[in-house]
């Protein structure tokens, strides 16, 4: 079982990934820290873990990716799915074999509609 999610932690608040193996429960690891709770989402595909998140950090609402190469142990990458000029929130992620899929919603600035987006790409 894998969980990210989003919490005011003693070491401050953040996004963090946990899991179990077997009957052990791994210390959770934090992915990323920032100034408020945010959605999270997850999805694993053998030792790699990707957790998409709305960017805790800024004012600008956007979603981020973070990796794992390392089930979940340490998040090597770190980057911005979204674009500059999106207003974007409630991420989901898929991945499979190579493929990683980045979505969420998208809408704009004066909320006077939104879309469903999804990004995808290949991981070397």
């Known amino acids: 079982m894998h969980v990210a999610y989003s919490m005011v932690a003693p070491e401050g ?3 963090f990934f946990a899991h179990f193996m077997g009957s052990m429960l791994h210390s ?3 992915v990323i820290y920032g100034e408020r709770l945010v959605a999270t ?3 694993v595909d053998g030792d790699r873990v990707a957790v ?3 960017e ?3 004012k600008r609402e956007q979603v981020d990716v973070a990796l794992s190469l390392t089930q ?3 998040f090597e990458v770190h980057t911005t799915a979204t674009r500059d000029v999106d207003v974007a929130t409630s991420p989901s992620v ?3 074999g190579p493929s990683l899929a ?3 919603v998208e809408r704009r600035l004066d909320a006077s509609a939104s879309a469903h987006v999804i990004r995808t790409g290949r991981l070397k």
């Open 28 to 30: 959770p690891v934090a």
């Open 56 to 58: 805790p950090n800024g």
């Open 41 to 43: 989402a997850i999805a």
């Open 52 to 54: 998409a998140y709305e």
């Open 94 to 96: 898929a991945l499979a």
């Open 13 to 15: 608040t953040g996004v």
């Open 102 to 104: 980045v979505a969420w």
């Open 72 to 74: 979940g142990h340490i």
